[in-house]
């Protein structure tokens, strides 16, 4: 029977639908009483399935570790939608996030989340790359060759596509080990905050 104990030590049956959960919930559930396979949704939108053998390093984005072992990792065949810091202070090719190990992504149309407006610089742009050839030029996720400009990363907007990423057209496959980076493509900007919102769907984890 699929469930866990709460902090009382009260053993509650998970409902056919996804646990909704935000990360720091999941994070203290007992995962000693949860059944391998147990499928949990975040309020985020991410949608996992615990794995009680898996040993991947926990970031909180593809992996979070339960708290007595296993981990929770997205769920193969599930849409993703992971949300990636970034500011201005960010140095160029500065690491994102990594995809965990033996995992394979394929991604769709990235976009921009603004909270700050991204201004300063000698027409400054961003975009978003992979350290993982073929998409490891500046923009191939995000962006494009000639980056996100600050007329277009302006935070009244909030959620914005931005110009799609060089090589997404053809299809991204990120595999183990793939580092997702920031790209100042032109100049640097000296304020600006948000996120860049990765898309996709895992193929295996």
Partial sequence: MNGFHDSTG???RLPEA????SVEELKLLDSSQIDDGVPVQTNDGRHFVFRRSSTLTPDDLFVVAGRYGGRFVLRPGAFFDVPLP????LEDAAELATVPTSAV??????????????TGGSASSIGISSDQAPNDTKGDILGGASGDVEATLVASAGKVLGTVGTDVAGGILLKG???IRFDRITSAFTAGAGFARIVGHVLTI
């Fill in 18 to 21: 996804p646990l909704i959960l």
């Fill in 177 to 179: 080990g793939a580092k």
């Fill in 10 to 12: 009260k053993f509650r």
């Fill in 105 to 118: 992504l394929m991604l769709g149309r990235s976009y921009w989340e603004v909270t700050e407006d991204w």
């Fill in 86 to 89: 970034i500011s201005s202070a």
